[in-house]
């Protein structure tokens, strides 16, 4: 009898144990449940917060290298021109070009493109930003400019929102265009456009030069004679000069200072070349600019004023005080000379190349300017035709 009360009891006490391992199992499946649930959950919340929406683009695929401007991706090539350790993931649509498109305000971008190292490792290419209304007129002038030396440029176009045309996937300048507001001369939006490029070009970190130009601009020396000048300055081209004329310091606005004294106020030419460190001081600016957007106002204009002024008051030392691009003022009018047909000859073009004299690294040169305006669509045709003998342009 006592046996089996033993017996019994031990069966009850196997029971109820069998019951807590049981229920000890259950509760593990259910906190492990709720934590793969929750930590789900926070790598989403994680990805949304924390991680810009522009990087995910589920309908692009990622390659190794783009169309017009061979930017090489994820993995080492076998080109010696190609960046050795760090690597930059670039979007592409379909066709497998790249696609410079993307939902971000201009806070977003410009925060994002501060963040990016202010040195390139790259290879070190020239970022040619356009800043135009609609077309390029000139364009197939810059196609045989930038034919053959892919990998060593970028383009990025800033049109008006309401021009949708898209060149063909064979042109240089397809899928260049960079997310646009409208611009009207003189006013903030021209800097506010000017700044969106700079901000979309420094996202690249191989970007090392930044060229500003327009639809009315043409190169005056092959790529190669360009690249070389500008890779190897040892400052940046951004015109700044003190203008005690009435069209210079008469545009002053005592209620600027003391941000902003007659002393720090400088002109110059809006078409500007900067190396990486100035782009980044420029996209940077808050307290400057903030002024001139509340104190500029006509006959003041932003265009002329703004870069000049900021940077002879932030980084003095960081440019020459000149322009590489040339311009004709000598009419005397509000806009500079615009160049027809009948005007576009050797002599007329050597005179631009070679007419001047300057320093360059410290030494004097006969090459000041790289660039020229303004120059109207039908000069296209005689370009063309001098092209091959004057730049060494592939006929």
């Known amino acids: 009898m006592f046996i089996k009360r033993k017996t019994k009891g031990l069966k009850q006490v196997m029971n109820e144990g069998n019951i807590h391992v049981a229920s000890t199992i259950t509760m593990c499946v259910v906190m492990v ?27 692009f695929t ?4 783009t169309h017009s401007s061979s930017i090489y991706l994820c993995h080492k090539s076998s080109s010696s021109s190609a960046p050795s350790s760090t690597h930059v993931v670039q979007f592409t649509d379909s066709t497998g070009f790249e696609d410079l498109w993307h939902s971000m305000s201009d806070k977003e971008l410009i925060e994002k493109a501060m963040r990016v190292p202010r040195t390139s490792k790259h290879i070190h290419k020239l970022a040619f930003m356009f800043l135009t209304r609609g077309s390029l007129p000139l364009g197939p002038f810059w196609e045989k400019f930038f034919k053959g030396h892919e990998g060593l440029f970028s383009i990025y176009l800033h049109t008006s929102p309401d021009f949708n045309y898209d060149p063909p996937n064979s042109s240089v300048f397809y899928k260049r265009k960079i997310p646009s507001q409208h611009v009207q001369w003189g006013k903030p939006t021209m800097i506010d456009a000017e700044r969106r490029l700079l901000a979309n070009a420094l996202l690249d970190s191989s970007n090392h030069r930044f060229i500003l130009l327009s639809e009315t601009c043409i190169p005056i020396f092959n790529f190669t004679t360009i690249y070389n000048y500008l890779i190897n300055a040892d400052k940046s081209f951004l015109s700044s000069f003190d203008d005690p004329r009435k069209i210079g310091r008469g545009r002053y606005n005592k209620r600027m200072g003391p941000t902003i004294t007659l002393q720090d106020w400088r002109k110059g030419s809006q078409w500007f070349e900067v190396n990486r460190e100035l782009a980044v001081e420029i996209i940077s600016d808050k307290m400057y600019y903030q002024v001139f957007q509340n ?3 006509p006959p003041c204009y932003m265009d002329e004023h703004y870069l000049p002024t900021l940077v002879n008051k932030v980084h003095p030392n960081l440019t020459t005080y000149t322009t590489v691009t040339w311009t004709d003022w000598s009419g005397g009018k509000s806009h500079p000379t615009t160049f027809m047909r009948k005007d576009i000859s050797a002599m007329f073009l050597n005179q631009i190349r070679y007419g001047s004299n300057c320093t360059y690294n410290g030494a004097n040169s006969s090459i000041c300017f790289l660039f020229a305006r303004k120059f109207h669509p039908n000069t296209l045709e005689p370009l063309m035709k001098i092209a091959p003998s004057l730049f060494g342009f592939s006929p």
């Open 33 to 59: 449940f709720i934590v793969f649930v929750l930590s789900t959950f926070i790598t989403d919340r994680y990805k949304t917060v924390i991680i810009p929406k522009d990087l995910y683009f589920p309908q």
């Open 295 to 297: 104190h500029c106002l």
């Open 62 to 65: 990622v390659v190794t290298k």
